[in-house]
């Protein structure tokens, strides 16, 4: 069993930054592929980044390539998105995601989630 606790949204005005952490319990928090999600009101919930369990592979949705970074310390048990140059689009409920991915680092299927924290980009 692995809980997972969204900590690092907020408001922020277009062009700002915020860093999300998501800290997991559990002891086999290295063996899951980790990713971030989100959904805006009325649409999907999308992937928009996720990490091997090493951390040597990482994937980016389109729209977030070259602004998004996602990373993860092992020894601490979390997964972070560090997010520059946000946009008004990127308003949305993040998720964290904890499950199985393919080589690449693509999460292909979630086994646990986190209750999501608000991110806010005003214009």
């Known amino acids: 069993q692995v809980q997972l606790v969204e900590s690092g949204g907020g408001l922020v005005q277009a062009g700002g930054s915020l860093r999300l952490s998501c800290a997991a319990s559990g002891r086999t928090f290295s063996s899951y592929t980790m990713g971030w999600f989100r959904q805006a009101p009325g649409k999907e919930r999308n992937l928009v980044a996720s990490i091997s369990w090493s951390g040597d592979n990482t994937y980016y949705a389109d729209p977030v390539k070259g602004r998004f970074t996602i990373s993860r310390d092992n020894a601490k048990n979390t997964v972070y998105l560090q997010m520059n140059s946000l946009k008004p689009e990127d308003t949305a409920v993040y998720y964290c995601?904890?499950?199985?991915?393919?080589?690449?680092?693509?999460?292909?299927?979630?086994?646990?989630w986190g209750q999501g924290t608000q991110v806010t980009v005003s214009s």
């Open positions: 995601a904890a499950g199985r991915g393919s080589w690449s680092g693509i999460l292909t299927s979630v086994d646990y």
